[in-house]
């Protein structure tokens, strides 16, 4: 079962914009943290954005104030708003769901989608 499927991702040129979307199953959209992460070619994975269950926030400075993440909890569904895309913005985005914000205490993962930012 794919408790996480993401969807969204594309090619756009540098400064445009995409919304990435996570849809969850039942049981990854009971965890208390929803997280965005990505891997870009030769790079290790990094965090890009979290929310927990209360609503706080949480994201990684490279992306402050370009990104915006968000649920809708009847929709079960995460969302990565980014803004003001960068070539450094191109990676593999995976969605994430556990019990807090960091790799290893993630339940559950996507599969991923691409986000391509040319120049």
């Known amino acids: 079962q794919d408790h996480l499927v993401e969807s969204g991702g594309g090619a756009v040129q540098v400064g445009g914009s995409l919304r990435l979307s996570c849809t969850a199953s039942?049981?990854?959209?009971?965890?208390?943290?929803m997280a965005w992460f990505r891997q870009a070619p030769g790079k290790d994975r990094e965090g890009v954005a979290a929310?927990?269950?209360?609503?706080?926030?949480y994201y990684a400075d490279s992306v402050k104030g370009r990104f915006t993440i968000s649920q809708d909890n009847a929709k079960k569904t995460m969302y990565l708003q980014m803004n003001s895309l960068k070539p450094e913005d191109t990676a593999m985005y995976y969605c994430?769901?556990?019990?807090?914000?960091?790799?290893?205490?993630?339940?559950?993962w996507g599969k991923g989608t691409l986000v391509t930012i040319s120049s």
């Open positions: 039942e049981n990854a959209a009971s965890s208390n943290c």
């Open positions: 994430a769901a556990g019990r807090f914000y960091a790799p290893s205490a993630m339940d559950y």
């Open positions: 929310i927990y269950t209360g609503g706080t926030t």
